[in-house]
């Protein structure tokens, strides 16, 4: 029998989330702008040559929203990790701060727990993956109890498996349209950087290993290292420099990789008939100098917390932005390529400073490039500040909103303006 508990007070109340719906119907095609299509060797490459993003508009249209700033624990999100479309419209919501999955039916409401934190059947510990696979079956990833827990279509424990890592990251497991399990795992030996290669193994839901997928080689991004630790518990560390062109990769539930080197606006879909690259023209972004030192204290002030006395031994902050910040693939396979725009300053008090006076800050808007599954651009979504996509399938989207007072609330979305 389905629980009943008092409803959450933000149930469809949309108009109390701020959030910017863009764009509508999908304008006509500018004739300023063309795809061309080329082949180099066994490559295919599809270009989008002089769009404008605002010749094709995504929108996000809000549609649902639950959560609450002081309620019931069922609605008091700490951080929503991931949230995935059940069976009869329900949605699965992990909350990582409570490491808790729950789930709630299509209006918002609060049907059930699925497992907890512990070491018994259909428990978990650290989930680092979580996916509804094909049959509508549950899929975790618990990296603590080095296991793969599969619930049924109502959320109840079935079976687990073992699924050992040493490795811990978020978003390790991906269910693809075949019905196998895909797992984030290292493939080989640690490199002179300490880096250990990752690599998916695909798994049946049973458990079984059915092959490996390699990722293709991509160049590796310039850090800053210090040690930290006395005596016999000295540690060393590495640190991402911001605006540092991060190459990364994914996996497609169509079942294969997608990759970018993420210095140049170039995304390849590692399909098994031949690989295909997407790219884009887009404007060089640069870094104002004062942005670029202002970067630099504040990583300087960060490492020198653990290792007092650290100096700069990295390469400088960028004078540019890289043409990928990251991307995402979607349920139907659909690329969404994070870009980097333009930084605003913002004349506020940078709380991070402690040795000198009040510094401001730098951001930017955040937005995605759209791509189908045959290379062709379908539209730029700017996104509203303060808004998280998690799972995107059709024209219907899950996401996160925090609101001006840090309130996070799980709102399902309308993607407007894409093609049908």
Same mark, same amino acid.
């Given at each position: ?6 409803p ?11 959030l ?5 119907d ?15 060797g ?18 996000l ?11 019931a ?6 951080? %929503?990790?991931n949230?995935l ?6 949605v699965y ?13 299509s209006t918002?409401?609060?049907?059930r ?21 094909p049959d ?10 080095q296991?793969?827990?599969i ?8 079976s ?26 290292p493939?080989g ?36 290292s ?12 590495r ?7 991060q ?7 169509l ?6 080197p ?17 790219e ?7 870094v ?13 002030r ?20 890289p ?11 659909r ?10 300053? %913002? ?7 402690s ?6 800050r ?8 759209v791509?189908?599954?045959?290379g ?5 979504l ?14 219907v989207?899950?996401?996160?909103v ?8 799980v709102?399902?979305?309308r ?6």
């Open positions: 029998m389905r629980q009943q508990v008092r959450p007070s933000l149930i469809a109340l949309l108009t109390i989330v701020p910017v719906a863009c764009g509508g999908r304008p006509a095609a500018s004739t300023t702008w063309s795809t061309v299509t080329d082949t180099i066994d490559t295919v490459i599809v270009r989008t040559v002089g769009a404008r993003d605002s010749a094709v508009l995504v929108g249209l809000p549609e649902l929203a639950f959560g609450e700033s002081d309620g624990d069922e609605y008091t999100f700490g951080y %929503v990790g949230v479309p059940a069976t009869a419209g329900d919501v992990w909350d990582a701060q409570a490491n808790l999955l729950r789930r709630y039916d918002g409401h609060f049907v727990q699925i497992g907890r934190k512990g070491g018994g059947p259909g428990e978990y510990d650290r989930p680092i993956g979580l996916d509804v696979m509508g079956r549950l899929a975790i990833w618990d990296a603590g109890q296991r793969v827990n619930y049924d279509t109502a959320g109840t424990f079935v687990s498996w073992r699924a050992e890592t040493n490795v811990f990251m978020q978003d390790g497991l991906l269910a693809d349209s075949a019905g196998r399990l895909n797992l984030q795992l493939v030996e640690r490199d002179d950087s300490g880096d250990v290669p990752m690599g998916v193994v695909r798994y049946t839901a049973d458990g079984t290993v059915l092959d490996t997928l390699f990722p293709p080689p991509l160049p590796t991004p310039g850090t800053l210090s040690e930290g630790g006395s005596g016999q518990s000295v540690s060393s560390y640190f991402y420099i911001e605006y540092v062109p190459p990364s990769w994914s996996v497609s539930p079942g294969y990789l997608v990759s970018t993420a210095d140049r606006y170039a995304i390849t879909l590692g399909r098994p008939d031949g690989p295909l690259r997407i884009r023209d887009v404007p060089v972004v640069p104002e100098a004062a942005e670029r030192s202002w970067i630099e204290r504040r990583m300087t960060m490492v020198q917390r653990q290792s007092p006395g650290w100096r700069w031994n990295g390469p400088p902050v960028p004078a540019t932005k043409a990928v910040d990251y991307l995402k693939v979607d349920a139907d396979g690329i969404w390529v994070a870009r980097s725009f333009l930084s605003q300053r %913002v004349d506020n008090v940078d709380a991070d400073t040795d000198g006076p009040p510094e401001p730098w951001r930017s808007r955040a937005g995605y490039d791509f189908a599954t045959d062709h651009w379908l539209g730029h700017p996104m509203p500040q303060g808004t998280a996509l998690l799972h995107m399938r059709g024209d989207a899950w996401g996160t925090r609101d001006s007072m840090d309130v996070q609330r709102v399902r979305f993607l407007t303006g894409l093609p049908k």
